[in-house]
T-cell receptor, first 112, second 108 residues
Framework: EPEVTQTPSHQVTQMGQEVILRCVPI?????FYWYRQILGQKVEFLVS????????KSEIFDDQFSVERPDGSNFTLKIRSTKLEDSAMYFC??????????FGNGTRLTVT | GIQVEQSPPDLILQEGANSTLRCNFS?????LQWFHQNPWGQLINLFY???GTKQNGRLSATTVATERYSLLYISSSQTTDSGVYFC??????????FGAGTRLFVKA
């Protein structure tokens, strides 16, 4: 079964540094998403991406965040200047048309 | 915006017991998805169910969209069922709103 793949699985960075989280969605999917989950809490929507542009974003997704689909396969989330409170698990997801979300295994980001 | 509430927040079962998890949503939704987050943090898709009932082995789900709730049934629970169960509501836009989850522990 096709999978959403995310790299790296773990990322440790210092406060103020830029990080890029990478995702390869399922190849024939059209909608791409980033979610985050702070340890022990609920899964929170960050941003959705469709037709090469952001379709919706949450209040969490401020100017420090950006997303890109630089080629036909990758989907990235960039955090420009990380803060301690950005420490979380970041999940990428994709879906086709009217079909369920498929999640990657996540990237655990630790900001020190 | 839409609110998604899950109950109970925590559940401890003896292996072999049955349970029902509930998901209430405050407004109409286009669809509803149930996930199991295993102890390794992976989000596993269980059901994608806008209405009606679906079954997959020991698990089944029912969504009553007109009354704004969904139920997840786990029968003959096993220790591998432990983890957190989330429901997620699909709104009219591109956003999917998750509930806070039900944390299940199945004792051997």
């Amino acid at each position: 079964e096709p999978e959403v793949t995310q790299t790296p699985s773990h990322q440790v960075t210092q406060m103020g540094q830029e990080v890029i989280l990478r995702c390869v969605p399922i190849s024939n999917h059209l909608y791409f998403y980033w979610y985050r989950q702070i340890l022990g809490q609920k899964v929170e929507f960050l941003v959705s991406f469709y037709n090469n542009e952001i379709s919706e974003k949450s209040e969490i997704f401020d100017d420090q965040f950006s997303v890109e689909r630089p080629d036909g396969s990758n989907f990235t989330l960039k955090i420009r200047s990380t803060k301690l409170e950005d420490s979380a698990m970041y999940f990428c997801a994709s879906r086709g048309g009217d079909s369920p979300l498929h999640f990657g295994n996540g990237t655990r980001l630790t900001v020190t | 915006g839409i609110q998604v509430e899950q109950s109970p927040p925590d559940l401890i079962l003896q292996e072999g017991a049955n349970s029902t998890l509930r998901c209430n949503f405050s407004d109409s939704v286009n669809n509803l998805q149930w996930f199991h987050q295993n102890p390794w943090g992976q989000l596993i898709n269980l059901f994608y169910i806008p209405s009606g009932t679906k079954q997959n082995g020991r698990l089944s789900a029912t969504t009553v969209a007109t009354e704004r709730y969904s139920l997840l049934y786990i029968s003959s629970s096993q220790t591998t069922d432990s983890g957190v169960y989330f429901c997620a509501a699909y709104t009219g836009g591109f956003k999917t709103i998750f509930g806070a989850g039900t944390r299940l522990f199945v004792k051997a």
